[in-house]
């Protein structure tokens, strides 16, 4: 199987190869290179919202967002 390498760096997967590693359109997809330098690997990776490690954006909130500072115990009274 042959692509070019576009004047931007990009090179389109092949579908047949998309299909086989079940690649959807948008997923991340991570590359490796061999110590030799002859060979790109390719596999699926996880997106930033799969990361566990990644907390931001997986609690979805249909109001107003509240700044990342701003602590509940001040609306308490004294």
Known sequence: ????????????I???????????????VEFGLSADATCIT????PSARQLPTQGFGMVKVSGPHVA?????AQLTEP
């Open 42 to 45: 390719l596999r699926p990776a």
């Open 14 to 28: 092949p579908q047949a190869l998309r299909q086989r590693l079940g690649l959807a359109p948008g997923q991340a």
């Open 1 to 12: 199987m042959l692509s070019t390498l576009t004047s931007k760096g990009q090179v389109t």
């Open 68 to 72: 990342p500072d701003w602590d509940a």
